[in-house]
């Protein structure tokens, strides 16, 4: 009964790495959205995607760029990892209209930088 | 711009004793929603309130939206240590993005 999928739970890549995170889901949704949630900074919005090919940039998205080719996948960049980026990234989507009830989250990806 | 604050930010409690935490925005919500992560785990929807003083009850969980639709409260009675986890409220009146809130770690003691 998976609907958010992300690729990897466990990430571990070497500084200056460029990383890719992917995000599957299959509910048809609209929005997607990065997040990364670290301990006392509670969830803090990286980017997110509301069509194909539409992103936008949300609190903290430097460091990261994103890639929206179809619906149903939207993909998180490290363009050039550092380890201030060693963090839980978490994916989601939702709905819009009828569909619009809640977040689906994936499992997450933590991901160490060394 | 808008937030969304939680208290507390952390909660200890003795199995069997109630729990409450509250969310407060700084402006009027259209509506709220609550999530709930378990340690390891991603935030799972737990239920959206949309009218003013509404309350919704999920076995030992009392959701509550305030009168004026800028305050909410999770309610939990007798805890188990099933409830362990962050519990988080959000706003969703963003066009297409939530505000969370800032999240009430639970710990509960057996």
């Known amino acids: 009964d998976v609907k958010v999928t992300q690729s990897s739970r466990y990430l571990v890549k070497r500084t200056g790495e460029k990383v890719f995170l992917e995000c599957v889901q299959d509910m048809d949704h609209e929005n997607m959205f990065w997040y990364r949630q670290d301990p006392g900074l509670g969830l803090r919005l990286i980017y997110f995607s509301y069509d194909v090919k539409m992103k936008e940039k949300g609190d903290i998205p430097e460091g990261y760029s994103v890639s929206r080719e179809k619906k149903e996948r939207f993909s998180l960049i490290l363009e050039s990892a550092s380890t201030n980026q060693t963090s839980m990234y978490l994916c989601?989507?939702?709905?819009?209209?009828?569909?619009?009830?809640?977040?689906?989250f994936g499992s997450g990806t933590r991901l160490t930088v060394v | 711009g808008q937030q969304v604050m939680q208290i507390p930010q952390y909660q200890h409690v003795q199995e069997g004793e109630d729990f409450t935490t509250y969310c407060n925005s700084s402006t009027t919500l259209s509506n709220i929603q609550w999530y709930k992560q378990r340690p390891g785990g991603h935030p799972v929807f737990l239920i959206q309130?949309?009218?003013?003083?509404e309350v919704k009850k999920q076995k030992r969980l009392t959701f509550q939206f305030g009168e004026a639709k800028k305050n909410s409260s999770l309610h939990i009675t007798a805890t188990q240590t099933t409830d362990v986890g962050t519990y988080f409220c959000?706003?969703?009146?963003?066009?297409?993005?939530?505000?969370f809130g800032t999240g009430t770690r639970l710990k509960v003691l057996a």
């Open positions: 959000a706003d969703p009146s963003g066009t297409y993005k939530y505000i």
């Open positions: 309130l949309v009218k003013s003083g």
């Open positions: 989601a989507s939702s709905g819009q209209g009828a569909l619009s009830y809640g977040y689906t």
